[in-house]
Nanobody
Framework: QMQLVESGGGLVQAGGSLRLSCAASGRTFDNYAMAWFRQAPGKEREFVAA????????YYADSVKGRFTISRDNAKNTVYLEMNSLKPEDTAVYYCAADLYGSSRYKVPDEYPYWGQGTQVTVSS
């Protein structure tokens, strides 16, 4: 089993920034592709960003491209999501997820067997 623990969420004004962290344990972190998803009230969970095992390849949802940056530190078993120019529509619970080796279906939540408990991000207008 892999355990994932997110942190860094909170309340921020529109235009502000937050940095989310996701600490992993229980498996060899380097073997896993990592991703961030989010879920707003009444909506389905949606893909935000993904990163391959080395950090050399990243993917973003169109809605966050240019504002969010995903990165990882394999020495610290941690993946990050730097969020800038936040908008009220970014308000959601943010989850990190792990998938052994990763796949072309990186946008699909069902591809990820391991999930964190989520961290709330609220952006006020």
């Amino acid at each position: 089993q892999m355990q994932l623990v997110e942190s860094g969420g909170g309340l921020v004004q529109a235009g502000g920034s937050l940095r989310l962290s996701c600490a992993a344990s229980g498996r060899t972190f380097d073997n896993y592709a990592m991703a961030w998803f989010r879920q707003a009230p009444g909506k389905e969970r949606e893909f935000v960003a993904a990163i391959n095992w080395s950090g050399g390849v990243t993917y973003y949802a169109d809605s966050v491209k240019g504002r969010f940056t995903i990165s990882r530190d394999n020495a610290k078993n941690t993946v990050y999501l730097e969020m800038n120019s936040l908008k009220p529509e970014d308000t959601a619970v943010y989850y990190c997820a792990a998938d052994l080796y990763g796949s072309s279906r990186y946008k699909v939540p069902d591809e990820y067997p391991y999930w964190g408990q989520g961290t709330q991000v609220t952006v006020s207008s």
